[in-house]
């Protein structure tokens, strides 16, 4: 699977950018999208489970992202509002066959390149 993220730019506080996914090739039915800001570890940001129809999300983004999927596209988006300079990050796309009890960047074999994400204050 290969996989493509894009949206990314400057982005002044309380901006609403979306991020797009988009998959080719042979892929699972789970995608998530983490990021990653300057000297910190890979997070997770949202998730999707094509499967069950169920979203997930990290306490930090919960209520201003949306994680979804445009079926006539073929993209997984990240629809994200209300913007803080704290959402500066590198922001990843990755797939994945499933996760266990917590979605984690190690249950994600396949990764996308990313796309910068800069909130200006």
């Known amino acids: 699977v290969q996989l493509q993220a894009s949206g990314g730019g400057l982005v002044q506080a309380g901006g609403s950018p979306r991020l797009t996914c988009t998959a080719s090739g042979r892929s699972f039915s789970n995608y998530g999208w983490f990021r990653q800001a300057p000297g910190k570890e890979r997070e997770f940001v949202a998730a999707i489970s094509l499967i069950l129809g169920s979203t997930y999300y990290s306490d930090s983004v919960k209520g201003r992202f949306t994680i979804s999927r445009d079926n006539a596209k073929n993209t997984i988006n990240l629809q994200m509002n209300s913007l803080k300079p704290e959402d500066t990050a590198v922001y990843y796309c990755?797939?994945?066959?499933?996760?266990?009890?917590?979605?984690?960047?190690?249950?994600?074999?396949?990764w996308g390149r990313g796309t910068l994400v800069t909130v200006s204050s």
């Open positions: 990755a797939n994945s066959i499933g996760w266990g009890t917590r979605i984690t960047p190690e249950s994600f074999p396949y």
